[in-house]
């Protein structure tokens, strides 16, 4: 079963750009990791700043290795110091309705 996570990065008032940027420098290298199906940057509508993350992953496990891979630990120290509070994260479990094409997210 794949996993489907959200993480909310908010920068600190005049770090936004910096933020971006390696948010941004971040996705090609989680896109090569084994297990990523989706890993796509959004922006919060409105007057909000901050930036969101729609992953989905093979399994579990690849989510696990993620969460240690070189590309996470680079962001980490590009990020420090940057941000207004914790990165924020969310796994999510599927409550499938309506279709399946429509009421699920999956590969």
């Not at 420090?80 to 999956?106: C, D, F, M, N, Y």
């Amino acid at each position: 079963m794949t996993v489907v996570v959200v993480a909310t990065v908010s920068p600190k008032p005049g770090e936004e750009q910096a933020v971006r940027e390696a948010l941004l420098a971040a996705i090609p290298q989680v896109h090569a990791e084994p297990g990523c199906v989706k890993y796509a940057l959004h922006e919060v509508a409105g007057d909000s700043t901050d930036l969101v993350f729609v992953e989905q992953w093979e399994s579990a496990e690849a989510l696990k290795v993620h969460g240690k891979a070189p590309a996470l630990a680079e962001l980490g120290g590009a990020l420090k110091g940057r941000l207004a509070k914790p990165l924020e994260v969310t796994r999510l479990t599927p409550v499938p309705a309506g279709t399946a094409e429509q009421g699920t997210i999956s590969v």
